[in-house]
């Protein structure tokens, strides 16, 4: 306690007077009580809805910092499916793959996300191990992409999707 604490009782640890001392009423000092911690409960949840979810366990102290961290097994996303990166020209979508599907549920799922009507007139092409882009055509080439993904470092399958250069020539020659 400072000198001034010492000196005179009326005066908390915090520095404030001590109501009871100053003849409040011990009632009106727990209401008191009650609406600061009302106040800071509430400023402390203002703060997590801001604050990044990482940093709002360290910094409200809600969770020990090792309690709910468990390692990373690289294992964890083969078993959900496989995760896919389409881009389209500056568009970018990323989903899982479930391990059941075949090329046609992944063109319906593409043309969805990107609101394509007829995945016919595009081309999907997936980056090899060459860092190389092979037109992705059929249920065998869609395995030949997974085999690829997973004998890579990238545990992420990206695809691109292009307007076909074939239906962009047939077009033309139908003019």
């Keep these: 306690m400072s000198e001034l604490q010492q ?3 009326a005066t908390n ?3 404030n007077k001590d109501s009871t001392m100053a003849g409040e009423d011990s009632a009106d000092v727990a209401l008191k009580r009650i609406r600061s911690e009302a106040e800071l409960k509430s400023l ?5 809805k801001v604050l990044p979810r ?3 366990q360290e910094t409200l102290g809600e969770h020990p910092k090792n309690q709910y961290q468990r ?3 690289k294992t964890s996303s083969k078993v959900d499916g496989h ?9 970018k979508t990323r989903f899982r793959m479930p391990k059941n599907w075949g090329y046609e549920d992944l063109m319906q799922e593409i043309g969805r996300r990107f609101s394509v009507s007829d995945m016919r007139k595009f081309d999907v092409k997936y980056l090899d191990d060459d ?7 059929c249920d065998a080439d869609l395995e030949e992409c997974i085999d690829v993904c997973r004998s890579s470092e990238s545990a992420t399958i990206k695809l691109s999707l292009q307007i076909s250069s074939h239906s962009m020539r047939s077009s033309l020659e139908f003019r």
């Design 7 to 9: 000196q005179n009782p």
């Design 13 to 15: 640890i915090a520095g």
């Design 44 to 48: 402390n949840q203002d703060k997590a």
């Design 54 to 56: 990482s940093l709002s």
């Design 71 to 73: 390692p990373l097994l």
């Design 83 to 91: 995760r896919v990166k389409v881009t389209y020209g500056d568009e």
């Design 131 to 137: 860092s190389e882009w092979v037109l992705l055509t």
